[in-house]
């Protein structure tokens, strides 16, 4: 069993629905890392809660679902609360490595940053279908045009930030669409940040559970909408 430590600051929030299937081996890959696990489930109907908790990891319920961008801005201020340095996000469909952790850490320090942003076209991404490969493209220039950031990679979970940084995202965008808020407030703070080469894994169960292109066309027009309400 994980024993969560904090020792390190480095809180790692995990925002989780229904995801009891891939969840166990997810936390059993961070096992004896000398990070904090915590697992928001976010309305689950099926065991996620008890195997996270099973798993070792700190665990918050959301009574319904709101989404995963809620359930991170849940996660990010918890783990605040409970006094972290720094804040991990990691997906809960295996599709991120525990290792890439220490590297984005590694460049918030050498880079004066207060966020790392995982990316998988300066790293990897084997077995990336093309129509996916298109979509993640088409977000990644749309978020160029309107944060001014220059990333390559603007919808990867995977990514960390210091106490200073974290205390600077307020997500409102509580579905798929919070991947790019995200990198729109990065942009307005005017903070520093880090693009760091990380690998993703696809399987057939994270693809299954990913974007549709019908989801993909809802995300840009939420996203222009927050554009003309801000």
């Not at 890959?29 to 696990?37: E, K, M, T, W």
């Not at 490595?97 to 940053?113: S, W």
């Amino acid at each position: 069993m994980m024993k969560n430590t904090a020792a390190s600051g480095v809180w790692v929030v995990i925002a989780a629905y229904n995801e009891s299937q891939a969840l166990g081996r997810v936390l059993a890959g961070l096992a004896g890392l000398p990070y904090c696990i915590l697992v928001v489930d976010d309305g689950s109907s099926d065991p996620t809660a008890e195997i996270a908790a099973r798993g070792g990891a700190e665990v918050v319920r959301h009574p319904i679902n709101l989404g995963q961008g809620a359930a991170l801005q849940t996660g990010i201020d918890y783990a605040l609360m409970r006094g972290a340095t720094h804040v991990v996000t990691f997906d809960a469909d295996g599709q991120h490595r525990p290792e890439d952790i220490a590297a984005l850490l590694a460049a918030l320090r050498a880079h004066h940053a207060e966020f790392a942003l995982g990316s998988r076209f300066r790293g990897a991404a084997p077995d990336l279908p093309p129509l996916r490969r298109l979509m993640l493209r088409a977000a990644t220039a749309f978020t160029r045009l309107t944060t001014g950031l220059d990333v390559t990679d603007a919808h990867n979970g995977l990514r960390a930030m210091t106490r200073r940084g974290a205390g600077r995202i307020r997500l409102r965008q509580n579905r798929m669409a919070h991947a790019s808020e995200i990198l729109h407030q990065i942009g307005v703070s005017g903070l520093a940040y880090v693009e760091v080469p990380v690998t993703i894994r696809y399987s057939r169960y994270s693809l299954a559970k990913g974007q549709r292109a019908s989801e993909f066309v809802t995300i840009l027009l939420d996203l222009f909408a927050r554009r003309l309400n801000p």
